[in-house]
DNA sequence: CTTTGTGCAAAGGCTTTGCATGCTT
DNA sequence: AAGCATGCAAAGCCTTTGCACAAAG
């Protein structure tokens, strides 16, 4: 009984967000998602798009981390638990796994007495193709 | 010619701003600096604060991380690389230091051909303390 | 038919910016 | 005296919320 079911009503706004974010392969905001939307013909209006995503979020169904701004970014996340390396340039993103990492944060979080923990790691660099053009 | 010398000047208000940074030991937000600075009788004003904080973590005197709320929290950093383990029911923070991430990212990073790397470790967490009150 | 989701616009919170003044150098 | 730093207030941006209407079950 500590599990909820939110029990959400199917509309064509949801899986407008839905399908617009299976095609994307690197993190959005909200604002873009809404953009893409609206260009694909699938308007959907921005207060709305913030709240399915905010649902999707809770359902854990996305990602969701802050870029260096402050804006929330989102991303469909495949099942398991893992991290990004994101261009900082193009914003295009890698999914990256670290046994290591997650061993060392169980670790140092027992260690001072810290429970119910989850993580961040953000890794943000420039990828080979950006760092080309710079040359 | 790429290192430059920002040359500011020193007022009261840096001072101010820096030595509350040092009393503290936890992470916070710009907001919560300036009502502790007009409690100490050392006001100084909201704007000038995120100006200096800004100018304090570009010359990397303090550390800036994203509150999941998105709220920008700021701590001087001792030298040196480290990460943090913050409380997200008090606030408190503990450094911690993991050679064995910092080995990681180097390495996912180069295996992905990005260069010029930052990465974030952020844990968050409820320390003990805090789950006690919950009991 | 009832209830939940949506849209629009307004409000909210954090942060930045413009401009005149004060203070450091 | 010259120029950067400060303060105040206004503007900006992203995000959330209120309320009436539309749609799902």
Not at 48 to 57: D, G, H, P, S
């Amino acid at each position: 009984m500590s599990e909820r079911q939110p029990a959400r009503r199917t509309t064509r706004q949801q899986v407008a967000v839905a399908e617009q974010l299976r095609d994307q392969t690197d993190f959005v905001s909200a604002q873009e998602l809404h953009s893409s939307l609206k260009d694909s013909g699938e308007s959907v209006g921005l207060a709305t798009v913030y709240r399915i995503l905010q649902n999707m979020a809770s359902d854990g169904e996305v990602d969701v981390l802050r870029a260096p701004d402050g804006e929330a970014i989102y991303r469909r996340c495949s099942t398991g638990h893992h991290h990004h390396l994101v261009c900082r340039s193009c914003g295009r993103a890698v999914e990256v796994e670290g046994p290591q990492v997650e061993r060392w944060a169980a670790a140092i979080s027992a260690e001072h007495g810290f429970t119910d923990v989850e993580h961040t790691v953000e890794i943000f660099g420039t990828c080979a193709d950006c760092s080309a053009k710079h040359s």
